[in-house]
């Protein structure tokens, strides 16, 4: 079956420290990779994306994350966090050409300390 | 600016009553989806539609009924069969073929 996890539901991070969000996909074929953001009450915004080639992707907001085919990862990382940076974040995985139909994991909450 | 438009932004609706959500989006995308997001279980998708005048159901459909009649118009009705339509909806649009999403504001339904 397909599925995403993100097996953190909160993490919480010193301003100015470096950021890991952990993303595992289950699929059985190519996946398209998304990781999205949302603030409290608000829609989702796209960080980043991940079709094909350079397995490293870079994305909004000073993000990047890493795709991982031998682990089935999709690992969201942010060098030096901004307390701007807390809202939750979801990982997706959709197919090709298809669009806005997405499986999205549980999301992970970031908080930030200052 | 092109966007996506969810109305209204809070509803709030008694047990038994059926209540419609709106959605509509100026991007010219063919493609449009209402998902649910509840707590700690992520977004799922209700229904979906590639083109005007056709539709299918997603992960979650049951209780819920959507149409298509317009290219920029997809409304979500909760209907009263829906067990526990308390949620944070969200609807969203695509290129259809296309390979991004792009999110509403989403409506925050209470029923009480």
């Known amino acids: 079956a397909q599925s995403v996890t993100q097996p953190d539901i909160h993490i919480t991070v010193s301003e100015g420290a470096s950021l890991e969000l952990r993303c595992n996909y289950s699929?059985?074929?190519?996946?398209?990779l998304f990781w999205y953001v949302q603030s409290p009450g608000q829609g989702l915004q796209l960080l980043l994306k991940y079709f094909s080639g350079d397995t490293l992707v870079q994305g909004i907001k000073g993000f990047e994350a890493e795709f991982k085919r031998s682990q089935s990862s999709f690992n969201l990382r942010k060098p030096s966090v901004h307390w701007s940076d807390a809202a939750e974040y979801f990982c997706a995985v959709g197919a090709p050409n298809q669009g806005g139909k997405l499986i999205f994991g549980q999301g992970t909450e970031l908080s930030v300390k200052p | 600016d092109g966007g996506i438009t969810q109305s209204p932004k809070y509803l709030f609706r008694k047990e038994g009553q059926n209540v419609t959500l709106s959605c509509e989006q100026n991007?010219?995308?063919?493609?449009m989806y209402w998902y649910r997001q509840d707590p700690g279980q992520g977004l799922r998708l209700i229904y979906y539609?590639?083109?005007?005048?056709?539709?299918q159901k997603g992960d979650i459909a049951e209780g819920y009924s959507v149409s298509r009649e317009k290219k920029e118009s997809f409304p979500l009705t909760v209907t009263s069969a829906q067990k526990n339509p308390t949620a944070f909806y969200l609807c969203?649009?695509?290129?259809?073929?296309?390979?991004?999403?792009?999110f509403g504001q989403g409506t925050r339904l209470t029923v009480v």
């Open positions: 969203a649009s695509s290129y259809r073929g296309g390979t991004e999403a792009f």
């Open positions: 699929y059985g074929a190519t996946p398209y």
């Open positions: 991007l010219n995308h063919d493609a």
């Open positions: 539609s590639q083109i005007v005048n056709d539709f």
